[in-house]
């Protein structure tokens, strides 16, 4: 399946480039590598790509904001590269929009590994509607919202689709399925044990961040994914099966 896939690097070295072109290449993908930001954009407007490889720091330019930037237009699953293995910039980077992130250096062999996971986590979301024609439809419905279990899709109260990372989806279903349960962070990472991320200690709760976000009147006051100190996580809203 590798040969479909268009994969866009962001990265101002050409080494690094170079490299991860080579690496890419021989795994039957099909590599595009570009400097900046505005190399980015024209790439991105000129073809469709199925993944992004993007730099945390790029000459000039901060590559949080172009990660936000492109979350806002597009799903297409992000692999941001750092060289710090500071856990705040992990944290950042994937609250910000981020499926995915690898501290420098790493090994060729790891790379594959999470381009591969990101692409089948993408393929397993983005299952044509007409396939599930005449299927019952799992859907939970709550405070006006709609997620569709069987489509994958999050809809607004006013019926328009709300894009979710695979990381978001996978935690809000386990939230939507369970209501009132109270989550621990560690029962909650092995829920979602099949997103193949880096795990580590703070996912669960940049998680939950993103989807207060996307789903609650007011974010700051969280009043359908609520912590309950101490334990984890709670999703209050009620839930009926439409």
Known sequence: MDDKYRILIVDDEPEVRDWLGALLEDGGFAPHGVADGAAMRQALAAQRFALVILDLKLKGEDGLMLARELRGQSAVPIIMMSGKGDETDRVLGLELAADDYLTKPFSGRELLARVRAALRRTTELSIPLQRHAGEAR????????????????????????????????????????????????????????????????????????????????????????CTERGLGYQFRAAVSRP
């Open 138 to 225: 799992e859907c939970y419905a709550f405070n006006g919202w709609v997620l569709d279990m069987t489509a994958r899709e999050l809809r607004q109260p006013d019926g328009a689709p709300c894009a979710l990372t695979q990381g978001e989806f996978s935690l809000l279903a386990t939230l939507v399925r369970h209501p009132q349960r109270v989550w621990s962070r560690e029962q909650l990472l092995e829920q979602t044990r099949g997103l193949d991320t880096e795990v580590y200690d703070r996912t669960i709760d940049v998680l939950i961040l993103r989807l207060r976000r996307k789903i609650e009147p007011n974010p700051r006051h969280p009043e359908l994914i």
